[in-house]
């Protein structure tokens, strides 16, 4: 190239300079938003086509290729005049008319045959002139979202149609008040849904059940555990009282917590029962023995802590003093009198409900020799006790607590014969050979066998019975002057027949009455009790023993015991505190101990919580209580073992023997 300027014929040069600028970022804006309709266009969430004005897809994003199941070739050019919804296709027309449409329902590809529940948006497309040259589609399958509105329907429908025609009443409270209620709830309690909604629901409670039913609904909605089930009075529409039993549950109501009630009309039921008490009266004279049976219960449970104290250091100190020992001869004395406490609490326990029967080779000398006491205290201040025993006797195979209530029952009723007179109640005992003649006589002549039986006999200087008197003595509930007694004769009856045993009865009117009742021999004799500190038999074991009790004494008493096992103890005051040692070191405790009565955490929920943090360690439940009530507690949780206080370290050495081996 050559330079113009050293060209002679050019004289200058003119320039003409334009700016471009704003076109360029135009076309490069216009690039950019191509670029995005592209991205937008082909990753849309929701199937895109474009149209024609002759009503030909000119283009498609992958999307709409999945939703009709079908190629880009197979869908580019297709007549959209030929689909089989003729709704669809009076949309697309619209669309070409310049309206912007929607559509939702029913569709089936025309590609692949198959049926959709489709929503779609249907937009004319226009260019620069602002003419009409196609459409555009937005398309959403919603057929799964169909289906499972179709499946909701269905199934409330049937809840409807169960809640509206159950036999029971259904209602859901909310806020303090009545948010639903099905037409068996309306027809049981004489209200409406606008009467109902306009009151607290604690408002058509009777009286006495409106704030038990409110402290229920309180901690329901706090989330606290409370009986599903109870039962409750509603005054109804015309003031009249029905019987009512809730179930109650939580639930959410309209994204809130709520409980749901369902309530059973058991009005007839109470009513029958309310008949039954009436006709039931002498039955009630027995209720008024309960709450001295709980106060027996408790009183016994607490005892038999302070005999576990007792019996547990009598055990130490026997291993610790000299066979040749003076002090052994006390302790011996000691350990026995309190075993006869501790029976003694079995009984109480038993009485009050808490306790079970069971059988065992007995001295009933000694049954009556410790009862002396209780039986003074019994009887009438112008009665005179006697006591006569028969040395030699054979012994007896029976539940002690029974054999006891035996002889109560006997003293009370000769007490009660006597009455504010002076008299003397003697207690005697013996053995006799009865033969078929002799057991025919008694009360009891259900086939016994002849042999050796051992008696006791009660007898009183009282008024005497006369013969009508004398053949009902034994009725149930049939009384005289010892109204209110507990369950009299009739009781002592059942436990004699219970024993395979008889019962005489001598009586002359105005001069007094003897009872005499027969029990088999037993065909062993009984072992002499051995406090000897040998009964733990050597036996050591080894590992760490997690020990949980609320009384300290208790405490100190098993680490000693344990110890002398040969195991290290790590002791807990309550259940909560034995749950947290466990969960800080789960793998170092080889066996755990609990109370079953314990604050803050009682033994249940301990085992339960211990139980979820290690589920193989072994777990013994220790309590006054006996084995069958506490292990009822326990069933299908994995119990180890249970051990009942007050028990001897031979006794704990036993049972540890059976879990560690």
């Known amino acids: ?179 639903f209620a099905n037409p068996q709830f309306f027809r049981m309690i004489g209200y409406d849904m606008k009467e109902l909604s306009a009151r607290p629901f604690a408002e058509i409670i009777h009286p006495e059940d409106s704030e038990m039913m409110a402290d229920r609904y309180r901690r329901r909605m706090a989330g606290e555990a409370d009986p599903a089930s109870y039962e409750v009075r509603f005054i109804d529409g015309e003031g009249a009282v029905r019987w009512m039993e809730i179930n109650s549950v939580l639930l959410q109501w309209d994204g809130n917590p709520a409980a749901l009630l369902f309530a059973r009309d058991i009005n007839k039921r109470k009513h029958a029962e309310e008949e039954r008490r009436k006709m039931e009266a002498q039955i009630q004279q027995t209720q008024k023995l309960e709450s001295l049976g709980v106060l027996a219960g408790g009183i016994a449970h607490d005892f038999n802590n302070l005999l576990m104290a007792i019996l547990g250091n009598i055990d130490l100190a026997m291993m610790d003093v000299a066979p040749s020992s003076i002090a052994r001869g006390n302790l011996v004395e000691a350990a026995r009198a309190s075993q006869r406490a501790a029976d003694l609490c079995r009984q109480m326990l038993a009485y009050s409900g808490r306790g079970r029967f069971t059988s065992e080779l007995l001295n009933l000398n000694d049954i009556v020799e410790e009862m002396g006491h209780m039986l003074e205290v019994s009887i009438s201040k112008k009665a005179v006790l006697r006591l006569n025993v028969a040395s030699g006797l054979p012994a007896i195979e029976a539940d002690a607590t029974q054999v006891r209530q035996i002889i109560m029952n006997l003293v009370i009723n000769a007490s009660d014969a006597i009455g504010e007179r002076s008299g003397v109640l003697s207690v005697s005992t013996g053995s006799m050979e009865c033969d078929n003649d002799y057991l025919a006589e008694t009360w009891l002549d259900e086939r016994l066998e002849e042999g050796t039986y051992v008696y006791v006999e009660v007898a009183d200087t009282g008024e005497g019975m006369d013969h009508e008197t004398l053949k009902r003595i034994f009725d149930p509930f049939f009384t005289t002057k010892f109204t209110g007694r507990g369950l009299g004769l009739a009781a002592v009856l059942g436990i004699v027949r219970g024993h395979r045993g008889a019962i005489k009865v001598y009586s002359e009117k105005g001069k007094g009455t003897t009872v005499k009742v027969l029990l088999p021999a037993a065909r062993r004799p009984i072992e002499a009790a051995d406090w000897d500190h040998n009964r733990v038999a050597g036996w050591k074991g080894s590992g760490t023993i997690l020990l949980a009790d609320d009384e300290e004494s208790i405490r100190n008493l098993g680490r000693q015991m344990l110890e002398r096992l040969g195991f290290r103890v790590v002791t807990a005051s309550d259940g909560r505190e034995a749950v947290d040692l466990v969960r800080e070191d789960p793998g170092s405790f080889d066996c755990v101990i609990l109370d079953l009565t314990m604050p803050h955490m009682d033994g249940v929920e301990a085992f339960r919580e211990i139980r979820l943090i290690r589920n193989d360690i072994r777990v013994v439940i220790s309590s006054g209580y006996n084995e069958q009530e506490v292990c009822q507690r326990f069933v299908g949780m994995g119990l180890s073992g249970f051990i009942q206080k007050p028990y001897h370290l031979a006794d704990l050495s036993s049972k540890l023997r059976e879990r560690f081996g």
């Not at 994003?61 to 959209?80: A, C, F, Q, V, Y």
């Not at 269905?154 to 409270?173: K, T």
Request: hydrophobic share 35%; aromatic share 6%.
């Open 1 to 179: 190239a050559s330079n113009l300027m050293d060209n002679s014929i050019i004289q200058g040069l003119l320039v003409d300079l334009h700016d471009v600028t704003k076109r360029v970022e135009a076309q490069k804006a216009l690039q950019e938003s191509e670029q995005r309709y592209h991205a937008l266009f082909h990753q849309s969430p929701v199937g895109v086509i474009r149209f024609d004005t002759e009503y030909a897809i000119t283009d498609c994003n992958e999307r709409m290729l999945e939703i009709m199941k079908s190629t880009r070739d197979r869908l580019i050019g297709l007549d959209l005049r030929n689909l089989r919804e003729r709704a669809v296709i009076n949309h697309f027309k619209e669309t070409l008319e310049g309206k912007s449409v929607s559509y939702e329902g029913s569709y089936r590809v025309t590609t692949s045959d198959t049926p959709l529940w489709i929503r779609s948006t249907m937009s004319p497309r226009r260019d620069d002139s602002g003419t009409v040259v196609g459409g555009i589609v937005a398309l959403e399958d919603i057929t799964d979202r169909k289906l499972w509105e179709k499946k909701l329907q269905a199934s409330e429908e049937r809840n409807r149609l169960l809640i509206e025609h159950a036999g029971e009443g259904i209602a859901v409270i909310q806020g303090w008040h009545y948010v």
